[in-house]
């Protein structure tokens, strides 16, 4: 089962959101940071821009091995995401991208 937390730019810039659970690994880049948090039964993951601003095209991937991944995508101020999928005895892969500088993880908290 995977859960998208998607919305239109304008819906992602007026609502600042973040994930649940327990911040589980943090991962810097150039444009910004990937955020990872999670529970027993669920990862959350975001990609926040270090200095928010003028819209930019940004994205955040989380993906549970075997499974679909979540992805929000777009032209936003802030951040993109949260993207949330459960992974319950699951490891995860996430990537995310502002502005042209991206970072990614291979697969994590198995």
Known sequence: MTLSA???GRQQAAAVSV???RPAKTVPFATGELRIHK????VCALAVARKPGARREMSVSLQPRGGHA???RG???RQAGPVT???LNRCVRVS???AGHSASTGWILC
Request: proline share 0%; glycine share 14%; net charge positive.
């Open 96 to 98: 995310g991208a502002i």
């Open 6 to 8: 998607a919305g239109s």
């Open 39 to 42: 529970t027993r039964q669920y």
């Open 19 to 21: 994930c649940s659970g």
């Open 75 to 77: 032209r936003f101020t």
């Open 70 to 72: 979540a992805v929000d």
């Open 85 to 87: 999928v459960h992974a």
